[in-house]
C-alpha cells in the first residue's frame, strides 16, 4: 500500500471510529436533553422536535431510538430514577450500622444523588400532569413509586424488628419519611428556584431538621415514662 493510500485509508477509519462513537452517545445526549427539557418545561409543552434540536441531531435521529415521545419520557424515568434501585437496595443489604443511622445515610444521601440534581424535577412534573396522562402515572407508579416504598418499608421494618424503632403502622411511615423528601424536591422545582427565595432554606440543614423529628418524635415523654 502506498504512502497515499493508507494515509487514506487511516484517515477512513478515523472518521469511521469518531462516527460510531458519536452514534453510541447519542442515545445519552437525547436522554440529557430530554430531562433539560421535561422538567423546564412539563411534558405536554415539551415538543420532540425541541428534543432533537437540544441534543444535536434531527427529529428523525431520535426516533430511530425512542418510538415516541412516551417512550423517551419512559426512558428518562429508568436512566435517572429506576434504574438505580438495584444499586439503592444492594446498599441496604450491606449496610450493617444502626438502623437510625441507616434511615439519616439514606435521607441526606437520596438528595445529593437525585433531589439536588435535574432528576428531582421529575415529580413536580408528575404531581401536575399525572391526571392528563394516565399511562406514564401507571408507569411511574410501578417503576418509582412502588420500589421506593419498598425500600423506606424495609427499612422502618428493620428498625423495628431490632427494636430501635418504636412499633408504628409501617404503611403510614412510609409516608412520613417520603413527605419532607417530596417538598423539598418541589420547593427547589418552584418557589426555590426564584430569585432570593432559596436563601430561606437549606436542603441540608431542612432534611437534618427532620431527620432529627423523625427519629426523636415531637412530644418529650410523660413525668411517670421518664422516672421508669
Known amino acids: 500500500m502506498s504512502p497515499i493510500s493508507k494515509l487514506l485509508s487511516d484517515t477512513c477509519q478515523k472518521v469511521q471510529a469518531k462516527r460510531e462513537r458519536r452514534k453510541e452517545a447519542r442515545p445519552g445526549e437525547l436522554l440529557a436533553a430530554a430531562l433539560d427539557l421535561f422538567v423546564e418545561k412539563g ?80 415529580i413536580k412534573l408528575m404531581m401536575s400532569e399525572a391526571g392528563n396522562f394516565p399511562e406514564l402515572a401507571a408507569f411511574y407508579q410501578k417503576e418509582v413509586i412502588e420500589p421506593g416504598h419498598e425500600l423506606i418499608r424495609r427499612i422502618l421494618q428493620r428498625g423495628v424488628e431490632r427494636g430501635e424503632f418504636r412499633p408504628m403502622d409501617i404503611k403510614y411511615g412510609v409516608y412520613t419519611v417520603l413527605a419532607p423528601m417530596i417538598f423539598l424536591m418541589t420547593w427547589k422545582h418552584s418557589l426555590g428556584a426564584c430569585a432570593g427565595a432559596g436563601d430561606t432554606l437549606v436542603p441540608e440543614e431542612y432534611l437534618a431538621a427532620q431527620i432529627d423529628a423523625l427519629l426523636h418524635g415531637l412530644c418529650l415523654p410523660a413525668p411517670h415514662e421518664e422516672r421508669s
Open 43 to 122: 411534558f405536554a409543552a415539551t415538543k420532540s422536535e425541541e428534543v432533537a434540536r437540544h441534543a444535536g441531531v434531527s427529529k428523525g435521529t431520535l426516533f430511530l431510538y425512542f418510538a415516541s415521545k412516551e417512550e423517551l419520557f419512559k426512558a428518562v424515568i429508568r436512566e435517572n430514577i429506576a434504574g438505580r434501585f438495584p444499586e439503592w437496595n444492594a446498599e441496604f443489604e450491606a449496610y450493617t450500622g444502626s438502623t437510625a443511622d441507616l434511615l439519616r445515610y439514606t435521607m441526606l444521601i437520596w438528595w445529593q444523588r437525585l433531589g439536588a440534581t435535574k432528576a428531582g424535577g421529575i
